[in-house]
Structures are given as structure tokens and as C-alpha cells.
């Protein structure tokens, strides 16, 4: 099973990599848009991880969506108000 694996995956980077270098733009060009896409992709994994780790960690804490994150603050102290 894991061998099948191993070899579809070897075979995936293979297919890539010639794609890319047999692709119709020049390298500038392919370069950019790797470097954009891959961004991108790295920035929708991090909010989605992000996303995760706030939702778990409410979940984890029992709270629903009017706990205490929804509470007012309390009024902070100012020099001022403090010397009285």
C-alpha cells in the first residue's frame, strides 16, 4: 500500500517538474507565478490553521459565542484617576 503511495508521489513531482520546464512561459514569468501561488497557498494554510487553533481552543474551554469574550471591560485606571 505505502509503496503506491510512494510511487504516485515521486510520479506527481516528476509530472511537475517537467511542466515546468517545458512550460509556455519564459522562466521569469513561471517563476512569478509559482512564487504568487505558493504564497497565496501559504497564506490560506495559515488562516485555516489559524481559524482552527480559535475555534478548537473555545471548544476546549466549554464557551459559546456569548461567553466572556463579549463581556464588557472593565474601566481602566488613568494616573488621574488613580491619585483620587
Do not use: C, H, W
Not at 4 to 33: C, N
Not at 51 to 73: I, K, T, W
Amino acid at each position: 500500500m505505502f509503496s503506491r503511495v510512494k510511487i504516485a508521489i515521486r510520479f506527481f513531482f516528476v509530472g511537475l517538474v517537467v511542466g515546468v520546464l517545458l512550460a509556455p512561459r519564459s522562466g521569469r514569468a513561471t517563476r512569478r507565478l509559482l512564487r504568487v501561488r505558493a504564497d497565496r497557498l501559504f497564506n490560506e494554510l495559515l488562516d485555516a490553521a489559524t481559524m482552527g487553533a480559535y475555534e478548537s481552543s473555545a471548544d476546549m474551554l466549554g464557551e459559546d459565542d456569548a461567553g466572556p469574550a463579549d463581556a464588557p471591560a472593565p474601566p481602566r485606571r488613568t494616573p488621574a484617576s488613580a491619585q483620587s
